[in-house]
């Protein structure tokens, strides 16, 4: 556990240095807002994960809420997203956990697929003060009709990706991924649908 997070650290306090001084003179990009529909089933992982993670999933039900995309916070999504990539070393389910089902959890071994990155990602952008409601784990399609975890970054304008096989936070429909759910901006327990390539314009 201590050497994950040595591993862990030196990426990212380099890349929030970098994150650091980049801020002033970032673009900060503007998207569109995922159109999501009723309450969808829950994935397998995320009930897995709050039985052996309670105190991750007893939460309070929050209003909804966005992070306002400063340039700071622009450079911030993608100094984490760029770290967790960099700190952990890809590994699948049956590889890792020698087994098929879906296990989701924190890389307490450096080591993980791609939920485990967007769990980590999602946790360390909570401790730097974002808000929980607008980091949002997120099920889709590869082109191969592939499931894929990713993180969801609800912001001021639009909603963006934070993937492990991409250092690039993208508008979420600049992917080319089939979006199937997320958690709801509420109550990270329930699970909405994304109705596919729905879209609103940013604020």
Same mark, same amino acid.
């Given at each position: 556990?201590?050497?994950?997070?040595?591993?862990?650290?030196?990426?990212?306090?380099?890349?929030?240095?970098?994150?650091?001084?980049?801020?002033?003179?970032?673009?900060?990009?503007?998207?569109?807002?995922?159109?999501?529909?009723?309450?969808?089933?829950?994935? +397998?992982?995320?009930?897995?994960?709050?039985?052996?993670?309670?105190?991750?999933?007893?939460?309070?039900?929050?209003?909804?809420?966005?992070?306002?995309?400063?340039?700071?916070?622009?450079?911030?999504?993608?100094?984490?997203?760029?770290?967790?990539?960099?700190?952990?070393?890809?590994?699948?389910?049956?590889?890792?956990?020698?087994?098929?089902?879906?296990?989701?959890? +924190?890389?307490?071994?450096?080591?993980?697929?791609?939920?485990? +990155?967007?769990?980590?990602?999602?946790?360390?952008?909570?401790?730097?003060?974002?808000?929980?409601?607008?980091?949002?784990?997120?099920?889709?399609?590869?082109?191969?009709?592939?499931?894929?975890?990713?993180?969801?970054?609800?912001?001021?304008?639009?909603?963006?990706?934070?993937?492990?096989?991409?250092?690039?936070?993208?508008?979420?429909?600049?992917?080319?991924?089939?979006?199937?759910?997320?958690?709801?901006?509420?109550?990270?327990?329930?699970?909405?649908?994304?109705?596919?390539?729905?879209?609103?314009?940013?604020?």
């Amino acid at each position: 556990m201590f050497y994950f997070l040595v591993r862990v650290s030196i990426p990212l306090a380099l890349a929030l240095i970098v994150a650091g001084a980049s801020a002033a003179r970032a673009e900060v990009p503007r998207g569109s807002f995922a159109v999501t529909g009723e309450p969808t089933s829950i994935p +397998y992982g995320w009930m897995d994960f709050c039985g052996r993670q309670p105190q991750e999933c007893r939460q309070t039900v929050l209003p909804a809420a966005d992070i306002e995309l400063s340039r700071e916070a622009w450079a911030r999504l993608t100094a984490i997203n760029r770290a967790v990539n960099a700190a952990i070393e890809p590994l699948s389910n049956l590889e890792h956990w020698g087994t098929i089902a879906d296990h989701w959890d +924190y890389p307490t071994d450096g080591k993980g697929d791609c939920k485990i +990155y967007a769990l980590q990602k999602r946790r360390l952008l909570m401790e730097m003060g974002f808000p929980r409601q607008a980091l949002l784990m997120t099920i889709v399609r590869d082109k191969n009709d592939q499931g894929h975890a990713v993180l969801t970054a609800r912001t001021s304008r639009g909603d963006f990706i934070l993937d492990n096989l991409t250092d690039e936070v993208k508008p979420w429909d600049a992917t080319f991924y089939r979006f199937v759910k997320r958690q709801s901006q509420e109550d990270p327990n329930i699970w909405v649908s994304i109705e596919t390539r729905r879209r609103v314009g940013a604020r």
